[in-house]
């Protein structure tokens, strides 16, 4: 079945370092892949994503590359700031069951803790 | 556009009694999915309705339940309640078909249940 696997976390960065966050994914398919962010005491919003190979999401200043060869879509910032404390998700989106919908696979979190 | 709204926010229980928990997602979107996020576990899939029936299940045992009403509202119930299932209860909608932002989910803020 499909999975996605995510560095582990904590991560602690000092303020205005650059962030890179790895994924990679397992799928029969051939997924549109996501990031999702959640801010303390909140859900999980859409961040980033790309829907074919070599496409590149971007967002606030976040980045992620649909790399096929290497079944990953690794995360990355230029220049993180104390705001961008949240936990990150990876998540890709796969046909399910009978082919007649989109099944969506997550990963376990990265928490991100910025420090000034 | 409204987004997903989730009620109640918090709530305390204590074990053996039940809950219902309730998901009004965004106009439009037809698939409901719930989630369970625990420190422990991350986000683990509950189950997911599109139109009123169930059309993905995950791996929890059968007092966790669910459904999905024509305006296209779901209920989650959890019987039986114990130590366990202590966690946040997000609900994520979207519009469920193949043909349309295939994956992009949007979450409600969650239902933080605690049971003593």
């Known amino acids: 079945g499909d999975s996605v696997t995510q560095m582990e976390g904590p991560v602690t960065l000092s303020e205005e370092a650059f962030l890179t966050i790895n994924c990679t994914y397992t799928?029969?398919?051939?997924?549109?892949l996501f990031w999702y962010v959640q801010y303390p005491g909140e859900g999980l919003q859409l961040l980033l994503k790309?829907?074919?190979?070599?496409d590149k999401g971007s967002n606030k200043g976040f980045e992620a590359t649909y790399r096929k060869e290497t079944t990953s879509f690794h995360l990355e910032k230029g220049s993180v700031q104390v705001s961008d404390s949240a936990v990150y998700f990876c998540a890709l989106s796969d046909l399910g069951g009978s082919g007649g919908y989109q099944k969506v696979t997550f990963g376990t979190g990265t928490k991100l803790q910025v420090i000034p | 556009k409204a987004g997903v709204t989730q009620t109640p926010r918090y709530l305390i229980k204590t074990r053996g009694q039940q809950v219902t928990l309730s998901c009004s997602p965004i106009?439009?979107?037809?698939?409901v999915s719930w989630y369970q996020q625990t420190p422990g576990q991350g986000l683990q899939f509950l189950f997911e309705y599109f139109s009123e029936t169930q059309r993905n299940k995950g791996n929890f045992p059968g007092r966790f339940s669910g459904r999905q009403f024509s305006n296209s509202r779901s209920e989650m119930n959890v019987s039986t309640l114990e130590l366990g299932d202590s966690a946040l209860y997000l609900c994520?909608?979207?519009?469920?078909?193949?043909?349309?932002?295939?994956?992009?989910?949007?979450f409600g803020e969650g239902s933080r249940l605690t049971v003593l």
């Open positions: 799928a029969t398919g051939y997924p549109s």
């Open positions: 994520a909608s979207s519009v469920g078909q193949l043909s349309s932002s295939p994956g992009e989910l949007f």
């Open positions: 106009s439009g979107h037809r698939s």
């Open positions: 790309a829907t074919k190979a070599d």
